[in-house]
């Protein structure tokens, strides 16, 4: 039997990029899909996957055109109250898959969704803000010019209809599902005349930051006098006063293309941060951001509250050992990263190496060369086996392979960031091990 492969830090940094094993290229080899992957590696995913994140336009409604697989899981959503009348499907049956004779029946399908919502006493339809066409797999490999097919739709309901791709096919390329969602839920926007006062958008989730992150009370004590966030929007107008901002701030790599959209259309510059959770990148990042927009961000009250809440953490409990995994609000490697540098043990990490976080690991092969580097999606994770359990855990998927052991899952809808991630972060380490 082959064990569950992994390379160490050291092993990694020494073979480059580059040289990534195939084991670690989930585009070398069959997926794996565990209960640990499932939660981001299928349609019915938790969190936001493509369908989810499409209806993050608000007032909208989602047309789903796939075959019965692809669209069973998805009627899980609906029990939910906020997208009970806002999922809508459109069967393929084996036929519509080898013709494509269903994109003659996605405009009828729209008309009939429209009539759905109206209720017998009204005399006209209410009609909602957009359309959001979700389709699959089955349509990449027809090569459908969805462009085309919303513009029908559109001009048989009068009500813009928006294409959203949910092509796992696509995952390895240049704009991945998650990438490309993100882009057609901002492509509504319309340019707009700027205010005098400073308008700022923050990108790149689907769900606020919560309201105690400290960057909200940094962009106003700097003369930001108007925040937007798409995941806060509850109508159409609030939607389109995104329109209105002078820059947005980019917060997840994956919102970069939908950013650089409503620069050349809107004319919105948009600058980049990282989340972090080593306090001194943080405060960096802070400083390098009101150098770019002219002003000073006086954060040392975050910071050493933050600090506070480390050093607090580490007088309690010592230097614990950790598994950090990849589900989880964070980049598994920097976070690991920062609980070495905080005097912490790191005993495996499950993630995916990439570009943006290999430099992270980098600095990690030095200061623990020998931490274990595992591929969730690899096939020869079904064979993993537990080398002598860390003492807490930091992500969902590292609870199916510990599930004895205490610690957070950490993936929580609303999204942590900066010093208040930090905190919230030791906090709930903190009362995990309590309870234990």
Known sequence: ?????????????????????????????LIYSSP?????????AKGFGVKRAGLAVPE??????????????????????????????LMLDDTDIVTGRHLTKIPQAAEEVLASLSMPSEAEIKK???????ITCVDALLGTDM????RKVTEKTGVPAVACYMYALTREKRLPPMAAVRTSVYSLLEKREKRSSVDMNIMGYFTPLFDSCELYELMKGIGIKNIHELARCKTMEEYHELSNANFSLVLNPEARAAAQDMQERLGIPFIELLRLYR???????????????GAEIKDEDYYQKARKTIDDFKEKYGALSFSVGEIQ??????????LVEEGFKVKEIFATVGELNFRFLKRLSELSPDTKVYSNLSPTMMNYEIGGAPDVYIGSDVKYYHPEVPGIEWCDDNQPFGYDAVIKLFEGLDSALAEE
């Open 279 to 293: 306090t001194d990148k943080i405060h960096n990042q802070y400083k390098l951001l009101g150098q770019a927009l």
């Open 147 to 150: 462009e085309r097919v919303c």
């Open 36 to 44: 640990a992957t499932l939660y981001f590696n299928s349609p019915g």
């Open 1 to 29: 039997m082959t064990n569950a492969f992994y390379k160490t830090t050291k092993e990694l940094a020494e073979l480059g990029l580059e040289g990534l094993p195939s084991e670690m290229k989930s585009s070398d080899h």
């Open 128 to 134: 909602p803000s957009a359309i959001m066409i979700c």
């Open 60 to 89: 909208s409604v989602m047309l789903l055109v796939s075959p019965g697989c692809c669209g069973r899981n998805t009627s899980l959503f609906r029990v939910e109250p906020q997208y009970r009348d806002r999922f809508f499907f």
């Open 329 to 338: 609000n964070g980049d598994p490697i920097e976070m690991s990263l920062m």
